[in-house]
Structures are given as structure tokens and as C-alpha cells.
Nanobody, 121 residues
């Protein structure tokens, strides 16, 4: 599986942004898809995941209620809708694919290249 993340940019606090992650291959729906982020000087952290058919989702407490993960298996794409963005959301965002439900980056075998999100105050 090859993943290509896009949609990052520079926004102001309170704005919204939607990230996309396009996947190659015919087995996309078999994978849990996750979003992670790495802020400057910090460890990579889990943001959200969605199950293969999109029935189950899970979010980090820091983004719960503001971010929404979704997927379109017909388009082999997973999305991260980010609302009410805060300066502390500034990070490089990565999409990843896992064969199991997990919030741990080590369990994700395939990774996109990352897309920068910068939120100004």
C-alpha cells in the first residue's frame, strides 16, 4: 500500500482544514487507517483512526469533538476534517495503514509522506 497525504497549509486559529490521504492498491478497505502528527520538538502522536469499513472511529482526547476522520473506499481515500484549529495543532500530519486496531505508530506498517499544517494565533 502506498499512501499520499495532501491538504495541509497555513491557517488561522479557529479555521478549518481537510486533509486527504490517497492509497494505492485494491486492499484499502482491509486496513485500519490512522492519522498521526509530529509537532516541532515533540514525539509523533496518535490523532485518530477509522476501521476498514468506516464503522468504528477513535480520537485522541486533544482533538475529540474538533476533528473527524472518514473514508471513501470507492476512492481509496481517507480524510481528516479539522475544525476549530488551534496553534497547538501545528504539526506534520501523517496518514498510515494498519492491519489491526491500534493507536500505536509501531502497529502501522504503511505511511504517507506527511503534510504540514500550521495554525497561526
Amino acid at each position: 500500500v502506498q499512501l499520499q497525504a495532501s491538504g495541509g497549509g497555513l491557517v488561522q486559529a479557529g479555521d478549518s482544514l481537510t486533509l486527504s490521504c490517497a492509497a494505492s492498491g485494491r486492499t484499502f478497505s482491509m486496513y485500519y487507517m490512522g492519522w498521526f502528527r509530529r509537532a516541532p520538538g515533540k514525539e509523533r502522536e496518535f490523532v485518530a483512526y477509522i476501521s476498514g469499513r468506516g464503522i468504528s472511529t477513535y480520537y485522541a482526547d486533544s482533538v475529540k469533538g474538533r476533528f473527524t476522520i472518514s473514508r471513501d473506499n470507492a476512492k481509496n481515500t481517507v480524510y481528516l476534517q479539522m475544525n476549530s484549529l488551534k496553534p497547538e495543532d501545528t504539526a506534520v500530519y501523517y496518514c498510515a495503514a494498519s492491519a489491526m486496531v491500534s493507536t500505536q505508530s509501531l502497529d502501522y506498517r504503511y505511511w504517507g509522506q506527511g503534510t504540514q499544517v500550521t495554525v497561526s494565533s
